[in-house]
């Protein structure tokens, strides 16, 4: 099909647009919420009114109040998130290697136990660690949080980097074991090169995931020692019993929202291969 | 060191091949075993503990009365009507999010696939950003968007019959419901999209051009060539899809806490759990909720397995 024609080329901006309104619009919505006053919040409108944008609830979650709150499951959330996705990748890789490059039996066994820990609900994990973690002291801590957030991380990490590493030509490592090149060499050399970004998209993928969890975050954490950011707009509360925290939520979800929106923009097209090669491939 | 001596002795005649063998088994295990036993650990465990808490009368606010009672908490729950509104309101978000999204999907990547080189990339990155997007924060952001005192929808859509700024979305089921699907469709359905895409992506070109060579029409082609083409892709989109709309939780916690007909299975669990601390009760509703996980599970992949044989049969 060409579309060099004026007429296929206005349609295709309409449906341009009509994507670009569908994907984007509800993170305008919020954005715009975000910078309303208390009292423009209930105008019914979708801008705040003219003259009245404020950037108050981005003071207030920053250096107001409610900073130690937002603050801390800031922190929280970035640690906790990244130490998991770093503990995951580092297993998954050695895994996937194996998988990948290696003859041994009970390949299957670790790829569907994979698969049946990527589909077990969070929830039915929850209830007995939530037991556990009190009985042992693990509650409201991260390591607590870090622990669970392997379920989440590993299976998808697996599955995505086996499939990458199933692409390699791992004949390279040979012949540059024939060039001469030690064991060590010839795998730095040759496999690293062509696995860093398999291992990398797998990562941030990874990262989405934990970035995303709620149900352990609000199930497993009391207090700002471990809640992470979802929990944490879960509970937020206002300036005053009688405020409702609109706007500062509406502030800290874009905060949280930028940085993923961020690596979206720069890694879309290793994040799509990423995806859809562990998925479909696999 | 048997392992490196394995590896460079790679090429020895067929005798050493069973100590190389073993080496490499031995190594395969080395690297991939941690992985699996963490992932044994955080799971499996949990799940058994599970099982075995729901066969008592366990409150963590009065331990000393917790007692052995066999399956009672599984009785008192099936015998409840929460648990099968809950049960229905879930498969029906499953149901409806699936198929819309299925729909939606398709058409997204459709778009991505035929569209000009121009448009492409930043098509496909801003059908990536509800990816990317935390589902609290979604959430939020159709909360507030429908909400009766921050919203706009009310005033925007006044000219909908049924819609007026008194319109309270969340305070009965059938409008909440709806929001909260909506909601889950936005943030979701890019990934079957990409899962489409990629499956789009392995149906030859040939084909659709023979088809419509042969005078087909687009509808034609799409139904007799692009979708039997790429059966397994849309399988794979639509097991993972069902399995996660099946677990949905942060929607409905955020927007109606199981308000008004909203409650799901997850928050069910939750709520005998976390906030009522009924651990016996609460371990019951967490094996049930798994148990229909495996047979959605179990019955895809029969049909799966059915339709994989059929296709193969019909060529």
Redesign the interface.
């Known amino acids: 099909m060409t579309n060099t024609s004026t007429k296929g080329k206005v349609l295709w901006a309409i449906v341009s647009v009509l994507v670009l309104v569908y994907a984007l619009f509800p993170v305008f919505s919020i954005l715009a919420t975000s910078f309303k006053t208390p009292s423009d919040l209930t105008s019914g409108k979708f801008l705040p009114s003219s003259g009245t944008a404020t950037t108050s609830n981005y003071e207030q979650i920053l250096v107001g109040d409610a900073q130690g709150l937002f603050l801390s499951a800031l922190r929280n959330s970035v640690g906790i998130a990244l130490i998991a996705t770093f503990i995951a990748v580092v297993l998954a890789t050695l895994c996937a290697y194996a998988i990948a490059r290696l003859d041994f039996p009970g390949k299957k066994v670790i790829l569907t136990t994979a698969l049946a820990v990527s589909i077990f609900p969070v929830i039915s994990i929850v209830t007995p660690l939530f037991n556990l973690w009190r009985t042992i002291g693990l509650y409201d801590t991260w390591l607590g949080l870090i622990i669970p957030y392997l379920s989440l991380t590993l299976p998808i990490s697996i599955w995505t980097l086996a499939a990458f590493f199933r692409q390699i030509p791992w004949e390279l490592e040979q012949a540059a074991q024939v060039d001469g090149a030690t064991t060590w060499q010839a795998f730095r050399k040759a496999i690293v090169p062509l696995a860093a970004p398999g291992v990398f998209t797998t990562a941030i993928i990874a990262f989405f995931i934990a970035w995303n969890d709620f149900v352990y975050g609000i199930s497993l954490t009391s207090t700002e020692a471990a809640r992470t950011v979802p929990a944490a707009l879960a509970f937020f509360t206002g300036a005053s019993q009688f405020e409702s925290p609109t706007g500062a939520i509406s502030a800290a979800a874009i905060i949280v929202t930028i940085p993923v929106v961020l690596l979206v923009l720069l890694f879309q097209r290793q994040i799509v291969s990423g995806l859809t090669s562990g998925a479909v491939k696999g | 060191m048997d392992v490196?001596k394995g590896?460079?002795n790679g090429k020895k005649p067929r005798k050493q091949y069973s100590d190389r063998?073993r080496a490499?088994?031995?190594?395969?295990?080395?690297?991939?075993g941690?992985?699996?036993l963490?992932?044994?650990a955080?799971?499996l465990y949990?799940?058994l503990?599970?099982v075995y808490?729901s066969l008592f009368q366990f409150r963590?606010t009065a331990p000393e009365e917790r007692a052995f009672i066999g399956v009672e908490n599984y009785a008192v729950i099936l015998t409840d009507p929460v648990w099968w509104i809950a049960l229905r309101t879930t498969v029906f978000i499953t149901v409806v999010t699936v198929v819309v999204e299925l729909v939606l999907g398709f058409a997204?990547a459709l778009?991505m696939h035929?569209?000009?080189k121009s448009?492409r990339?930043?098509?496909?990155?801003?059908?990536?950003?509800?990816?990317?997007?935390?589902?609290?924060?979604?959430a939020?952001?159709?909360f507030?968007?429908f909400?009766i005192?921050?919203?706009?929808v009310?005033?925007?859509f006044s000219w909908v019959p049924g819609i007026d700024?008194n319109l309270n979305w969340f305070a009965q089921g059938g409008t909440a419901l709806f929001v909260i699907m909506a909601?889950e469709i936005?943030k979701t359905t890019?990934?079957i999209s990409?899962?489409l895409?990629?499956?789009l992506a392995q149906v030859p070109d040939e084909l659709t051009e023979a088809a419509k060579v042969d005078g087909a029409t687009w509808w034609e082609q799409m139904r007799k060539v692009v979708i039997p083409n790429m059966k397994?892709?849309i399988m794979?989109?639509v097991l993972?899809r069902a399995?996660d709309a099946?677990?949905i939780?942060?929607n409905v916690?955020?927007m109606t806490n199981g308000a008004y007909g909203t409650e799901v299975?997850?928050l069910l669990?939750?709520r005998q759990?976390?906030s009522r601390l009924e651990?016996g009760l609460?371990?019951a509703v967490?094996?049930l909720?798994?148990v229909c996980?495996l047979l959605i599970?179990f019955v895809a992949i029969k049909l799966f397995k059915v339709d994989l044989a059929g296709s193969q049969g019909g060529k």
């Open positions: 490196g590896n460079g063998a490499e088994r031995r190594l395969g295990w080395m690297l991939a941690p992985a699996f963490v992932m044994l955080v799971t949990p799940i503990q599970a808490d963590l997204l778009v035929k569209a000009l448009v990339g930043p098509l496909r990155t801003a059908i990536l950003v509800p990816y990317g997007i935390i589902t609290v924060v979604s939020f952001a159709w507030y968007a909400d005192n921050s919203g706009y009310n005033n925007w700024e909601s936005w890019p990934f990409l899962l895409l990629a499956g397994a892709a794979v989109a993972f399995l099946f677990r939780f942060d916690f955020i299975l997850s669990a939750y759990s976390i651990i609460g371990s967490s094996v909720l798994f996980v599970c």
